[in-house]
């Protein structure tokens, strides 16, 4: 279930991606916003909006933060084995990550290496 690349593209992406959510939380209403909208048209997920919510980056990072990788993708694992528990789809956690990524995108595209950076990050953070 673990393994090395996993835990080497955690690492990678600690500092960026703490980066990326500084750039963010001015926005994280408008985010979270634009996201729910956008999940409200995706018909069954929808109804799981409120159990979603949980893999924000907001309610993630600070598990980044303090672990270390592995203990990073172990509560990544927990958090889908909980979703499952509650019914939640595994195609909706995708779609979930998939538009929040996409609504995060709309305010870190600036030109520059930190925000290059911070992009990578966000969108290898949705692979993980």
């Given at each position: 279930?673990?393994?090395?690349?996993?835990?080497?593209?955690?690492?990678?992406?600690?500092?960026?991606?703490?980066?990326?959510?500084?750039?963010?939380?001015?926005?994280?209403?408008?985010?979270?916003?634009?996201w729910s909208k956008m999940m409200a048209c995706y018909g069954p997920?929808?109804?799981?909006?409120?159990?979603?919510?949980?893999?924000?980056?907001?309610?993630?990072?600070?598990v980044l933060d303090t672990a270390d990788p592995r203990a990073y993708m172990?509560?990544?694992?927990?958090?889908?084995?909980?979703?499952?528990r509650h019914g939640v789809p595994a195609e909706c956690a995708a779609v979930a990550v998939a538009l929040y990524v996409e609504c995060c995108l709309?305010?870190?595209m600036i030109d520059n290496a930190q925000a290059i950076k911070c992009r990578k990050a966000v969108i290898r953070r949705a692979s993980i």
């Open positions: 279930m673990h393994n090395s690349r996993t835990e080497r593209t955690v690492l990678e992406i600690g500092q960026p991606l703490t980066q990326a959510f500084a750039q963010l939380s001015p926005y994280a209403s408008r985010i979270r916003a634009s997920c929808g109804k799981h909006l409120s159990l979603l919510v949980g893999l924000h980056l907001s309610q993630r990072i600070r172990e509560e990544s694992v927990r958090q889908g084995q909980e979703l499952a709309a305010y870190l």
